[in-house]
């Protein structure tokens, strides 16, 4: 498979996309499938339930502890364990932003603004 690094917006729904890849037909959608999951589990908050037990608490110490584990699995040469920590970073990071009242699209925005702007150039902005 080629990398994903060629990136475009892409329109879908009624809302507006980034982070199309180009090159393996992978879109966000999966991460608005798991937002729109994570938020109906906030809303309905159904027992048992794994995203209910790290919206009441857990979830930030989740993503560190997950970010750590990617860290680790990077030094190393196995992908699929890189792509495997990778995931569970993002879920754990969506959950997280979902304890706050900032949504989905406002990451994609945000990542949307900083398209064409040096990173060098957006950190000395901050």
């Known amino acids: 498979m080629v ?14 996309r980034a982070l199309t890849c180009q090159s393996c ?6 991460l608005d499938q798991l ?5 109906s589990r906030r809303n309905d908050r159904p027992d048992n339930s794994y995203v209910v037990s790290l ?7 989740k993503v560190i502890e997950e ?3 990617l860290v680790e699995a990077a030094a190393g040469a196995d992908r699929d364990h890189v792509v495997h920590e990778a995931a569970d970073l ?9 304890t706050t ?22 950190k000395a902005q901050r």
Do not use: I, Q
């Open 35 to 39: 937002w729109d999951t994570v938020v």
């Open 101 to 122: 009242e900032a949504e989905l699209g406002d990451v994609y925005a945000e990542l949307e603004r900083r398209f064409g702007t040096s990173g060098l150039e957006e």
């Open 55 to 61: 919206l009441d608490g857990g979830a930030g110490e």
């Open 90 to 98: 993002l879920f754990h990071a969506v959950v997280l932003l979902a």
């Open 25 to 30: 037909a992978m879109d966000s959608s999966v």
């Open 67 to 69: 970010a750590a584990e």
């Open 3 to 16: 990398g994903c690094n060629v990136l475009r917006t892409a329109a879908m729904g009624s809302r507006e």
